[in-house]
């Protein structure tokens, strides 16, 4: 599934190139993912509107399409939550929360939470024509690592926020995410193993507090993947041509690697969770190979012989990501 820029957004940003450089726009986009590739935070890399408008050509598309791609993993696991309030906590320019209401245009409110001007500004500038719970969001400068009274929503999500937190004062933030969400949470960070790590500390975390893990895992138990292994998924999207420029890139489209956490209060009716594939399925003449991690808590692979029609006939249209349909 497709999950590209909805049209106001992706001409919003269109605005934003108005009179501006390329290629300053593409040394900009070359220093900032240096910078994060060094372990520098926004406050290190996104200090002037410039700055910000360099990290929404080469970022946003892709932390949007991973927030849609989790928000439509949460509306199938939980078909009946309909949230109604948002808080988007460490938001940048405000991918997940437009992601958020393309999944549920029912949000009636929403809350843009971080510590960096520069972001919250041009937040405010792409949500011009946007729909009016972005409109009118609430833009609270507030820093993560420094828990305080943050406000309460349906759906809370931090989208590649944690690999920001010193790792000593994750473990506060999850708890303060966990304390404003009424209904469920959504984690998603780079997927890489350091952001697989941070996953499993908090999945931990909110196991101990009394939630229930929605997705990717269909079970409580530890996760069964051993180093150097570990959880992640891919979504494709395509790339503009600025986009391209910024990056340096020929090919039309990228692959977003990312990890994400789903989790719920008891209040929230979900689908029986089924095994979840995680690897690109491996085919072959004999059939289709798939890793799953399975209810039970096990990591194991299943086969779908070509000579079995049905169960191949459902391999085939399995991709890295997907949960088993039931049966």
């Not at 994060?36 to 399409?65: E, I, K, N």
């Not at 790590?197 to 893990?213: F, Y």
Request: with cysteine.
């Amino acid at each position: 599934m497709s999950f590209d820029l909805p049209p106001q957004l992706r001409l919003a940003a269109d605005r934003l190139m108005d009179g501006v450089s390329r290629k300053d726009m593409a040394q900009r986009a070359g220093a900032i993912s240096a910078r994060y590739r060094a372990g520098g935070g926004s406050a290190a890399v996104v200090a002037s509107q410039a700055d910000a408008t360099a990290y929404v050509l080469t970022r946003l598309p892709a932390t949007f399409a991973a927030c849609g791609r989790v928000f439509e993993e949460l509306s199938q696991r939980a078909p009946d939550f309909s949230p109604t309030s948002l808080l988007d906590a460490g938001a940048g320019p405000g991918g997940a929360s437009w992601a958020a209401l393309e999944t549920w245009p029912q949000i009636a409110s929403a809350s843009l939470l971080d510590s960096n001007r520069a972001f919250l500004d041009i937040a405010a500038t792409l949500a011009v024509d946007a729909p009016a719970p972005l409109q009118g969001a609430e833009r609270i400068r507030a820093d993560l690592t420094a828990p305080g009274d943050w406000p309460s929503a349906d759906l809370v999500v931090a989208s590649y926020a944690l690999a920001e937190i010193p790792e000593t004062k994750q473990a506060a933030t999850i708890a303060a995410l966990w304390a404003s969400t009424l209904g469920a949470l959504a984690l998603v960070e780079p997927g890489t193993p350091a952001g697989y790590a941070r996953i499993l500390a908090a999945r931990q975390a909110l196991i101990e507090a009394g939630a229930s893990i929605l997705a990717p895992c269909p079970h409580q138990a530890p996760c069964p993947l051993a180093a150097p292994d570990w959880c992640h998924f891919s979504q494709r999207l395509a790339r503009s041509r600025d986009h391209r420029l910024a990056k340096g890139a020929e090919t039309p489209f990228e692959d977003e690697k990312f990890i994400y956490l789903l989790a719920a209060r008891p209040g929230v009716a979900a689908e029986a969770p089924s095994a979840r594939v995680l690897a690109p399925p491996r085919a072959g003449k004999p059939g289709i190979e798939l890793k799953l991690c399975t209810p039970r808590g096990a990591a194991e692979l299943a086969f779908a012989a070509k000579r079995d029609k049905a169960a191949y006939a459902v391999a085939r249209r399995l991709d890295w990501g997907d949960a088993l349909p039931e049966g």
